[in-house]
């Protein structure tokens, strides 16, 4: 069984989809992370996020890569959604992501374009989306509890630019699948999103 969980920064799609795949006993790719991998990559190198060649200049994928810290970084989200707009930077991942859907059993992955170009033939596909200052005051609060201080109007701000370059992009931009369903997670709680992302997932499954 694949689950693929697409939306926009702090719509709740992380945490929804690390709930599924526990309930589902399957494993979970959060795709963000290969994109912010690349990001990171180009800010520690000094590189220029615009030019794909140099974003992936020496850049490898490891274990170890993968649980950095920093890719949590407000920072390496941004330049993540500046490299990701690069056809040969979206190239370079596909496979590793495709390779995960196709693990025997079935696996949960999230992301922008899981449903439409990564899994498209994934047995249940959400399209998790909420307000963009509600995001933001969950991102707030986030960084806040991670001792980062920050303020409120520059995450809106960043979220804002973010689904802006994420929406527009021609290659694989963030979009709902026509067979996805939407979750708006603007007035829910989390474990109320949790909730209706299971029911919509049993009721395709
Ligand atoms: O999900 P997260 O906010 O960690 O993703 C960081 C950036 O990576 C996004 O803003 C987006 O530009 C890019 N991304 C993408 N396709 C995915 C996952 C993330 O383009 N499947």
Do not use: N, W
Request: charged letters at 30%.
């Amino acid at each position: 069984m694949i689950i693929a969980v697409d939306g926009p920064a702090a719509s709740g799609k992380g945490t929804i989809a690390r709930a599924l795949a526990k309930h589902y006993g399957l494993p979970h790719l959060d795709t963000g992370l290969l994109y912010r991998a690349v990001g990171l990559h180009v800010l520690r190198e000094g590189a220029d996020p615009s030019i794909a060649a140099d974003a992936l200049a020496g850049c490898r994928f490891s274990d170890a890569m993968l649980a950095d810290p920093q890719l949590r970084s407000e920072a390496a989200g941004a330049a993540a959604s500046v490299v990701s707009a690069h056809p040969a930077v979206r190239a370079a991942l596909i496979e590793r992501q495709r390779a995960f859907a196709a693990r025997p059993g079935g696996a949960v992955l999230d992301g922008r374009d899981i449903g439409t170009v990564i899994a498209p033939h994934a047995d249940a596909k959400l399209f998790v989306k909420a307000a963009p200052a509600v995001r933001a005051r969950r991102r707030h609060e986030e960084l806040r509890g991670r001792g980062l201080e920050t303020s409120f109007d520059r995450v809106l701000l960043d979220i804002r630019e973010r689904d802006r370059r994420d929406t527009l992009r021609d290659h694989a931009p963030m979009v709902q699948a026509d067979d996805a369903d939407l979750l708006d997670t603007t007035f829910m709680d989390i474990e109320a999103a949790i909730d209706r992302a299971l029911a919509l997932v049993e009721a395709r499954i």
